[in-house]
């Protein structure tokens, strides 16, 4: 990096203190598009290119077979009783943390980020200890003849477990950036809970709950180390989408095992779509505040000098 | 040592307007000069061309006798102290005044003594291991000025030094760099909006404007002989009137004073008068006087602010302290006589 | 209104807007039923088992062989990650290019992409027969089925944790700041390893930390690409599963136990991190 600026010719116009050469910039992008090329876009190409490898009509005979319709019914069901519960919850959790400030508020946080911290292989195992064979509630399941683990119950609760803080920590981070002084405007003008809720609350943390809730389900639908603790693996019965894709690259069935796969990463991309969605619709509302703002400015500096001063 | 600008231009857009429009000026060695002018007159971008943080697009800059238009930041030797200070927030007060030597590859006595020295003369010895966030805004300000004055720079360039604090810390600062500055004698160039830190404060004021210099001259200067009526609502301020030139007089709303020399008959002209320039009486006779209703009086500490209506609907602001206005016995809603001691006329065209 | 009284003064709740009551209730009984009662079985299960028998059964020569793998290439993924994804959030908060907002998009593929899709196709990418497999086979290079393929994974799923943690901090960072040190002298390498480095390096620990965390337990996207041989590429969380599959419930607790710990402890490090980070933001 030369002392002398006038000595490199041509250089960016603003700030040409603080910018690296153009060299150094090319070079930094080069490797960062690299890195990611090798690992993720690469990881990303092989899923579509394995499963359309043998053309379309085997691609879809593959997502025909009656296994992986049962898997792709299974993992719709488990997604559909977590994802409505988590989200439940995390609106609950997100309200109660953003808007009050009680005693034991760091603890509460970090109960619902526990999941996070936890293997999925014990996320599933602390399941099989509490309802398996030799589980904690084992004479209740077995007197009631309950099919927990190894079954669809098991299934869920270990999905909903591992999914648990993703729609609380989206609509948490939206609610907390926001604050409260538009529902605090609301009560003061007499709304309810519900009004309060729906009417002002909701609006304004629309996208990252759509955004949480979206993530969810893909967490849910793709979820494998945990799930394949509990469900025992019965083919057409206990498999999910992934368990299906496990069974199906073992059995070195990899056109199929990639077509399954290819549904998940569909669906991790929309998720990733929808991110980015959310990301720039709130963008923009803040640049749309941020011009009000300023035009009101405006408004103030315009103020005739002569009479005032 | 002094800073010379050379017809220095820079626009942020190929097709924009120009944030600093043909500068030149001079700031003397060992004094305060004011870019002072509204937000959005290129003043700040004028102080950061002179750092070496932007580029400029024509022109230009020498300090001290060099040229350094074309010289990195890193060698002009400039103290630039930032508006948001710009401390180094995960080093101490210690290691952010020492950085600038810590570069320059200083002993390590020496950096100790000159750091403690430059912390005694801000008036924060015993600071020096605290982290800036232990601070308050007016002494990370003197941090950030002792940090710009370690290296012994040729010039300091302060870039609305006061403009985050408030005024109670504002004032004692000012204050304090008068009396800094008086005994340091370092040339510095002093970046503000504020009309009174101007006056105050400098030796040299550079009014700016839309990106070009209005003005150049002593405080006194621009106040009492302000080239365009920009600058004279800017400094100082007053109430503007508009009029024409009938036989040597500017006659505005129904007052009359005298015109500009060489302003010719019918010219359009404005005129800007000062609140504390105009006279009122509760009855008259003579020269340049006319009658005005008094439509609203307001306290201000010693002085009342009062606003006066002229009978052609112009509205004039006129301080005057108040036992004058007591021994007067004016109040609300009187009609007074007015007569201008003192206007500044400027013809149309010429001013703005 | 009892709930709202127990909130009120029990928890010294602040805070004007209705809805604490029923809102605290539901969130711990759920977070209750469905995390603290589970993670509280296998505490009970493992203080059944005695320190003594814990530590016996996780210091086998074969479990101390996994720890080792997990553990090593859980560091070093960390390490690539904290270097690359440092070098991804400098470029997207820093520089403008074509298809910029794609790649920012794209660094969050790890966290939505299933492990297992992720497992089998970096497994068909680094196989012998595979793309790359077989450009590195010609340098000698083997990937799958070793404990690097093990570290390749590992990358993959901890890519988003040190961008996502150090690009918002790089974006809030005062440019003021750098232009002070070149002002000051410093060359654009001294103030970034100086000014940049040092207000970014809290950032960028928890970055490494998290990633950290997530691949010490990791399975899905490790289970293909590693072969899961006893003493070469057998990680900790497959581990636990095998002993699950024999019936070996002792020994499946002991070793959730010892991760579980160790999670606990990087999260405990990571929240002194977040404290530490915030010494010198403004008051």
Redesign the interface.
Known sequence: ???????LGR?P????????TPLV?GL??A???A??A???????F??FS?AFSKGVDVYLTALAEPETLAAIELTLITAGIAVP?NT??GI??A??LS??????KSA?L??????F??????SG??????F?A???FAAQVQEYDLKIVFAVPGIV?AT??VT?PLVAREVLAVMEAQG?DE??AA?TLGA??WQ??FKVTLPKIRWGLFYGVI?CN??A?????AV??VSGHIRGETNT???Q??IL?NEYN?VA??AV?SL??L???L???V??TAELASSLREARRAREAESELTVT?IE?????? | MSVRTEIVSKRFAARGPAAVDNVTFEAKPGAITTLLGPSGSGKSTLLRLIAGLERPDGGKISIDGKDVTHVSPRERNVGFVFQSYALFRHMTVFENVAFGMRIRKLGKERIQERVLELLSRVQLAGYEGRYPSQLSGGQRQRIALARALATDPKVLLLDEPFGALDTKVRIELREWLLAFQESARVTTLLVTHDQDEALELSEHVVLLADGKVEQTGAPHELYDAPATSFVASFLGGGSLLKGTVRSGRAEVGSLAVQAPEGAEDGAEVRALVRPHDVRLEKAADGGEVAVARVERMRRIGPRIKLLLMLPTGDAVTVHMPKTEVDELGIESGDRVLVDLKDAKVFVEDYAI | MSTVGFGNTLLRRRGVLPGFGAGFGLTLFYAGLLVLLPLGALILKASALGPRDVFRLVTDPRTLQAFQLTFGSSAVAGGVNALFGLLLAWVLVRYQFPGKSLVDALVDLPFALPTAVAGISLTSIYAENGSLGALLGKLGLKVAFTPLGVTVALIFVGIPFVVRTVQPVLEDLDRDVEEAAAVLGATRLQTFARVILPALFPALLTGFALAFARALGEYGSVVFISGNMPYKTEIVPLLIVTRLEQYDYAGATALACVMLLFSFLILLAVNLLQRWSRRGAPA
């Open positions: 990096m030369s002392g002398v600026v006038g000595g250089r116009e603003r700030g040409a203190a603080e910018l690296e910039r930094l992008i490797a960062a598009l890195f990611l090798l690992f993720l876009v690469a990881p990303l092989t899923v394995a519960m439940l919850f609950a959790a309200w109660v808007k009050y400030d009680f005693r034991g509460l970090t109960l619902i980020d526990l999941p911290s936890v293997s999925p292989v014990i195992l602390i399941f099989v200890l509490l398996g030799q589980g904690l609760l909903t477990f648990f409260s529902e605090e009560l309810s809970l309060i809720f993530l893909a967490r639908m793709g979820e494998f180390g394949s603790v989408m992934p368990l894709v496990e690259y990899f095992a990639f796969a998940l990463t669906l991790a991309l998720t990733l779509g991110k980015k500096v005739p000098r002569g009479v005032t001063s």
